[in-house]
């Protein structure tokens, strides 16, 4: 099965899995450099260095658990595996990192936005929901089920509910823990590039 996947698919997701087991080894390290770390810390965070610009890159490949990296990865290997099928390497590439940075910076603004305690971020959810926007893009009509509860529905449907909760979760502030607008922001930045491809009459 692995080999039916695709290159880079599946290149990300042996990324993910060896950094996950590396955060084993090197523990809080890894999160102190590598993780989304809003634009200031308070000094009783003085083992991370704040901000630096190739966060918004590495944030995405670090999980803080078994169960959110599975979760991540399944869902990079069910709509990842799809579009880089229908993209090609080069497009796949480009609409995975601009949803992961897009999430990056909504996580930012919303950070600063909100001031407080700085916590990181860590997670591929942001390029995985710029992923599921693509896949209701580009399949609108392809049925999805829920695992709980297992409800079939069109793609479309799905993505708009998911992003109207993701919303409504992130405004009312449930979830605590949860970046609701960095999974917002990687939707967005898919959007965008989905247009400006568009616009350049791509298919």
Do not use: K
Not at 21 to 50: C, H, K, Q, R
Request: glycine share 12%.
């Amino acid at each position: 099965m692995f080999q039916n996947i695709p290159p880079l698919t599946r290149t990300v997701l042996f990324i993910n899995v060896l950094v996950f087991l590396a955060m084993g080894v090197f523990g809080n390290g890894l999160i102190n450099t590598f993780a989304l770390w809003p634009w200031s810390t308070l000094p009783e965070y003085g083992d991370a260095p704040g901000f630096q610009v190739w966060q918004i890159i590495t944030y995405s490949f670090l999980h803080g658990s078994f169960t959110h990296l599975f979760f991540n990865m399944f869902a990079l290997y069910l709509f990842g595996s799809e579009l880089e099928r229908l993209f090609g390497e080069r497009r796949f590439f480009q609409l995975y990192f601009a949803s992961v940075i897009a999430a990056a910076l909504a996580q930012l603004v919303f950070s600063a936005a909100m001031g407080g305690e700085p916590y990181p971020t860590v997670g591929a959810s942001g390029g995985v929901f710029g992923l599921l926007l693509a896949f209701a893009w580009c399949f609108p009509n392809r049925q999805i089920v829920l695992l709980i509860p297992p409800i079939p529905m069109p793609a479309w449907l799905f993505v708009t509910l998911y992003g109207g909760l993701e919303l409504i979760l992130g405004v009312t502030g449930t979830q605590e823990g949860v970046a609701h607008f960095a999974h917002l922001g990687g939707m967005l930045g898919a959007w965008i590039l989905l247009r400006y491809w568009r616009g350049r009459n791509w298919r």
